[in-house]
């Protein structure tokens, strides 16, 4: 059979229904099940145009698929069944009175850009849509739940949160004891508990959500995926990151103008991503000034065939110049530790990292005078590490915010708890929150994007041979 035979006789394929497995995803109604069902206000609301057949609401039934890309040579469809999950949007019924609700909102961790346009479209989402007046912002992380007051917000309060970076809440890492928050939650009414934060955020909040099933309390929990590195699985991304990449740029522009202004010239940039290195290497394939790109994902060597220095040199004999961009994760096993280094660590419980750049500049420079003796040479070290992520959302990641926020709104006031919210293959779904919690999104070093990271920088693949 030729080519063409075989593309006509794919052109014509029908597929059969494909074997799926729906996550399911935990309700109010498995442990308090005489809840009282009411009618969406949006039924009521001038502002949306919506029947029956018009597909405004979702149905539990709605589904996004994990895997949209199949192979139909013959392998199509697989006997093993699909993931799929449930398409976040409004739902006709919803399980809260809105004028009952009582909403608590938190963030956990680091900062981000966006975490204010979550904030704010949470609170203006639940007083616009649903007609929430109770809305609570907690100060400085889970700490905050027992150890202060909240913040009573509206949208007028809000209204210019999202043209500030941070969080106007506050943050802090730690501060987790179970029952205090619980108690909090309880003692203060909450009925809704939207949590902003990372990977050791949200294994925090499926202690919280499980707590709150084992006291059979009629709280919903929802969380909302934050980190900076884009190191949270299953969702396509998470927010912030586009805004960190764009800013990590203008270091390396900046690094690589320092590194062609001087003879044989290194410009070195340390980036954030501690376990992963997306923002690295996204903004080595958007930048194209960047001759050699080191992730924690990739290890690498200094000394020897196939080392850095080799390549540094081969490159500055080329071109003068070379611009290296290192995530903050790299390299941490070949970094000297005394004693004391190797037990400390940081508020969430992970060992404390070295500074790679640092450490990074200092060998380039013991290197240069061990084998080039007298000849000029320069390292520019630029660590713009809180500068990518204490800044503003860009217009990308805001809309992000916006559409992650209102995910959770109307998630919660379905009756659905312990679940995230984000996109999958562009789709807002609904994701069991233990999940997220355990997910991990390394970079694939075996993928086409990694090949075309060495393709354009020609490094090395710092494989020993």
């Known amino acids: 059979m030729n080519t063409n035979d075989a593309q006509d006789q794919l052109e014509c394929l029908t597929i059969s229904p494909i ?6 995803l935990p309700r109010l109604t498995d442990y308090l099940p005489n809840l009282q069902t ?4 949006l039924q009521h609301n001038a502002f949306y145009h919506h029947s029956d057949k018009d597909g405004f609401y979702i149905s539990h039934s709605d589904v996004i698929l994990s895997q949209i890309v199949f192979d139909f040579s013959g392998n199509f469809p697989s006997s093993s069944p699909h993931l ?4 976040a949007g409004p739902r006709k019924e919803i399980l809260f009175d809105p004028q009952k609700v009582r909403a608590a909102i938190v963030t956990c961790g680091g900062l981000c850009p966006g975490l204010n346009t979550v904030i704010r479209e949470l609170v203006v989402g639940l007083w616009e849509l649903y007609g929430v007046r109770e809305i609570f912002g907690i100060k400085a992380g889970y ?5 202060g007051d909240p913040i009573r917000l509206d949208p007028k309060l809000v209204h210019n949160w999202h043209k500030r970076g941070g969080t106007v809440l506050e943050t802090s890492r730690g501060g987790f004891d179970l029952h205090k928050i619980v108690d909090a939650i ?12 990372g990977d050791g955020t949200l294994r925090g909040a499926v202690q919280i959500f499980n707590e709150i099933q084992r006291r059979k309390l009629n709280v919903a929990v929802s969380g909302i995926p934050k980190t900076v590195d884009n190191d949270v699985g299953i969702i396509d991304r998470s927010f912030g990151f586009q805004t960190a990449v764009e800013m990590a740029q203008e270091a390396i522009s900046a690094a690589h103008v320092e590194a062609e202004s001087a003879p044989n010239g290194i410009g070195l940039v340390k ?18 000034d960047v001759d050699c790109c080191l992730i924690p994902e990739n290890d690498f060597y200094l000394e020897g065939k196939g080392g850095l220095f080799e390549f540094l040199d081969l490159r500055l004999k080329e071109n003068g110049h070379a611009v290296i961009v290192v995530a903050e994760g790299a390299g941490q096993d070949m970094i000297p530790r005394n004693e004391s280094q190797k037990q400390e660590k940081d508020d969430s419980g992970n060992l404390s990292f070295l500074d790679v750049g640092v450490w990074l500049n200092s060998e380039l420079k013991k290197w240069w005078e061990r084998d080039h003796k007298g000849e000029l040479f320069t390292v520019k070290y630029i660590d713009p590490t809180y500068m990518i992520r204490a800044v503003t959302a860009n217009a990308t990641d805001n809309l992000y915010c916006t559409l992650l926020a209102h995910s959770a709104i109307h998630g919660i006031m379905a009756g659905y708890t312990g679940f995230v919210t984000g996109p999958i293959n562009g789709n807002y779904a609904y994701i069991p929150m233990d999940e997220v919690a355990q997910a991990k999104s390394p970079v694939n070093t075996n993928d086409h994007k990694w090949a075309w990271v060495r393709s354009v920088t020609a490094q090395p693949d710092f494989r020993r041979t």
């Open 84 to 87: 799929a999950y449930h398409h």
């Open 38 to 41: 009411h009618t969406n206000p």
């Open 143 to 147: 700490r905050g739940f027992y150890s």
């Open 19 to 24: 074997n799926v497995k729906l996550k399911r």
């Open 271 to 288: 980036l954030m991503g501690r376990n992963t290195g997306h923002i690295t290497l996204d903004a080595t394939l958007s930048s194209c």
């Open 186 to 197: 309880q003692s203060r009414g909450y009925n809704q508990v939207y949590i902003i934060g």
